[in-house]
């Protein structure tokens, strides 16, 4: 079952940490053919931007941390080959459809919106994680499953910790539980 796109004039979603010290901020739009989503994480000090096909599909991950031009640059063709900025391929990444930002429940919506599952259903997949400390990237796995239409749960395959996920009528995360809460939506 999949969910609606947002739409193309645009969305900006916020969210709190659960304790309300730091906040996150994207803006998802439409651009040549494509969404792209532009966050800027408050305590981490980093703003990413990921451009994505019309399918809501990877193509391009860059993160800024203290430079105009990104600290990180990422690529993939879509079926799970990945390379840098310079077109060095990463073949530890083959196999990584998404990325996932610790820092951000905005990376969880990728998986959740691609995956297209049904209630009760789960898909394990690997996952591009990226530290924004050390700027390494590495594989990992992660198991999604949709419990009904607005709840999943992410489980870390490698240590079994479980992140239940509220995700509103377009599929985007709108809480991570003991983590990240939405604030009101604003167009």
Request: glycine share 8%; proline share 4%; charged share 25%.
């Amino acid at each position: 079952m999949s969910y609606p796109d947002v739409a193309t004039s645009g969305q900006l979603v916020q969210w709190r940490s659960w304790d309300q010290a730091f906040t996150n901020d994207v803006t998802i739009r439409w651009e040549n053919h494509g969404w792209v989503a532009q966050g800027v994480v408050s305590r981490e000090r980093v703003e990413f931007v990921i451009r994505m096909n019309a399918a809501w599909k990877m193509s391009q991950f860059l993160l800024f941390r203290d430079l105009p031009e990104p600290d990180l640059w990422l690529g993939t063709d879509g079926s799970g080959r990945w390379g840098e900025i310079n077109g060095a391929h990463r073949p530890e990444l083959d196999g990584c459809l998404d990325v996932e930002l610790a820092c951000t429940p905005f990376t969880a919506t990728l998986p959740i919106r691609r995956l297209g599952l049904s209630d009760g259903f789960a898909a394990e997949i690997l996952v591009a994680v990226v530290d924004v400390d050390t700027l390494q990237v590495t594989p990992q796995r992660r198991e999604y499953t949709r419990l009904t239409v607005d709840a999943w749960t992410c489980r870390d395959c490698q240590t079994g910790e479980v992140a239940e996920l509220a995700v509103d009528e377009f599929g985007l995360v709108r809480d991570v539980a003991g983590r990240w809460r939405r604030l009101d939506q604003v167009q």
